[in-house]
Antibody
Framework: QVQLQESGPGLVKPSQTLSLTCTVS??????????WSWIRQHPGKGLEWIGN???????NYNPSLKSRVIISVDTSTNQFSLKVSSVTAADTAVYYC??????????WGQGTLVTVSS | SSELTQDPAVSVALGQTVRITCQGD??????PSWYQQKPGQAPVLVFY???SRPSGIPDRFSGSSSGNTASLTITGAQAEDEADYYC???????????FGGGTNVTVL
């Protein structure tokens, strides 16, 4: 079955860019109908949708983060990526990648903690 | 409005029934999906759409939606159902996606 795995630095300095990659295994990222998503969870808080991408390159972003977020896809490596620029301590969170189908996130990565600190 | 409101916490006696609610205007248009999250783990999809339960999810989990309110019901709650539960909704292209604030369920 499809599995997702996040990877990237666990520590980012303030004002820098947070970069994470999600590797899709057990299936093709180019399968139609799926949106590949990023979701985060601040420590002890609820879930926040960051944005998603279709393999065609179509993206949607949370309006509150749109100015600082870029999500991209690489079908040749079966990966999609997240970049969040100008990070602050408020961006410290567990970041999840997930697969979305029919208004539901049916497959999730295990999550990766990113701490913003100097 | 794109907000979804959930009660912060509910408790249920072992074997009894608990209903977790989610309110928001977007629920008048889109079906919700529901997620269970245990400490230190990623969320797990437990119910979605009008009446769909992923493979492997016990049938004690069911969902319903009417007007601006959606509900996840656990019939015969088990100790392992103790977790945080989140609702989510958005349109088909995920242009407007939002999670509820979550409900912590305690099984007594």
């Amino acid at each position: 079955q499809v599995q997702l795995q996040e990877s990237g630095p666990g520590l980012v300095k303030p004002s820098q860019t947070l970069s994470l990659t999600c590797t899709v295994s057990g299936g093709s990222i180019s399968s139609g109908g799926y949106y590949w998503s990023w979701i985060r969870q601040h420590p002890g808080k609820g879930l926040e949708w960051i944005g998603n991408i279709h393999y065609s390159g179509t993206t949607n972003y949370n309006p509150s983060l749109k100015s600082r977020v870029i999500i991209s896809v690489d079908t040749s490596t079966n990966q999609f990526s997240l970049k969040v620029s100008s990070v602050t301590a408020a961006d410290t969170a567990v970041y999840y990648c997930a697969r979305r189908i029919s208004n539901a996130f049916d497959v999730w990565g295990q999550g990766t903690l990113v701490t913003v600190s100097s | 409005s794109s907000e979804l409101t959930q009660d912060p916490a509910v408790s249920v006696a072992l074997g009894q029934t608990v209903r977790i609610t989610c309110q928001g205007d977007s629920l008048r248009t889109y079906y919700p999906s529901w997620y269970q999250q245990k400490p230190g783990q990623a969320p797990v999809l437990v119910f979605y759409g009008k009446n769909s339960r992923p493979s492997g999810i016990p049938d004690r989990f069911s969902g319903s939606s009417s007007g601006n309110t959606a509900s996840l019901t656990i019939t015969g709650a088990q100790a392992e159902d103790e977790a945080d539960y989140y609702c989510y909704t958005g349109d088909s292209s995920a242009k407007h996606a939002v999670f509820g604030g979550g409900t912590n369920v305690t099984v007594l």
